[in-house]
T-cell receptor, first 113, second 113 residues
Framework: QQQVKQSPQSLIVQKGGISIINCAYE??????FPWYQQFPGKGPALLIA?????SEKKEGRFTISFNKSAKQFSLHIMDSQPGDSATYFC????????????FGTGTKLQVIP | NAGVTQTPKFRVLKTGQSMTLLCAQD?????MYWYRQDPGMGLRLIHY???????AKGEVPDGYNVSRLKKQNFLLGLESAAPSQTSVYFC????????????FGQGTRLTVV
């Protein structure tokens, strides 16, 4: 049972372009939506996160857009750079006695010069 | 500050052999997790722990056992390795207080032949 669906599986963007990765979730109890960035040979690391009480969060070139009614959220990378080439995972979790994060299947982004 | 450290980084096992993966964190986190990462399937939770001496099953626990005898360590055991357990394994930890970011180790690449 996949609770977080992510697309596309891979993405090629030219340097300076906008990269967009989409995710959809099913469980309305989720209240925390992080994005993780993973470089080859490394573990995932938190990139940016949003809670459902806001529709957008921006940190530098990275923006999360959140649509609570549609149960969708997306990551936008503005002015994409070759150094952004990595695998991106969306995720969702809910507050409670413990944290258990459900991850999407990942998007491999390649930014070409 | 080491964060989350996994050992070993690489291992090749023969079918039926056993091994233990060690995860150590120095952030005094209450929660620890073991994930496996397979192409196109994202990160899937194997087992997790909400505190010393407690463990619980995740999404894909079959064929694995875990122990958390000390707060800083979380061990993942394979009693009789199978080729289907060929994967990259990640350990992660998070604070109960923040209930937000999970910190990952660099992964263990395991091949079962």
């Amino acid at each position: 049972q996949q609770q977080v669906k992510q697309s596309p599986q891979s993405l090629i963007v030219q340097k300076g372009g906008i990269s967009i990765i989409n995710c959809a979730y099913e469980n309305t109890a989720f209240d925390y939506f992080p994005w993780y960035q993973q470089f080859p040979g490394k573990g995932p690391a938190l990139l940016i996160a949003i809670r459902p009480d806001v529709s957008e969060k921006k940190e530098g070139r990275f923006t999360i857009s959140f649509n609570k009614s549609a149960k969708q959220f997306s990551l936008h990378i503005m002015d994409s750079q070759p150094g952004d080439s990595a695998t991106y995972f969306c995720a969702a979790s809910y507050s409670g006695g413990y944290q258990k994060v459900t991850f999407g299947t990942g998007t491999k982004l390649q930014v070409i010069p | 500050n080491a964060g989350v450290t996994q050992t070993p980084k690489f291992r090749v096992l023969k079918t039926g052999q056993s091994m233990t993966l060690l995860c150590a964190q120095d952030m005094n986190h209450e929660y620890m997790y073991w994930y496996r990462q397979d192409p196109g399937m994202g990160l899937r939770l194997i087992h997790y722990s909400v505190g010393e001496g407690t463990t619980a099953k995740g999404e894909v626990p079959d064929g694995y056992n875990v122990s958390r005898l000390k707060k800083q360590n979380f061990l993942l055991g394979l009693e009789s390795a199978a080729p289907s357990q060929t994967s990259v394994y990640f350990c992660a930890s998070s604070s109960r207080a923040s209930n937000t970011e999970a910190f990952f180790g660099q992964g263990t690449r395991l091949t079962v032949v």
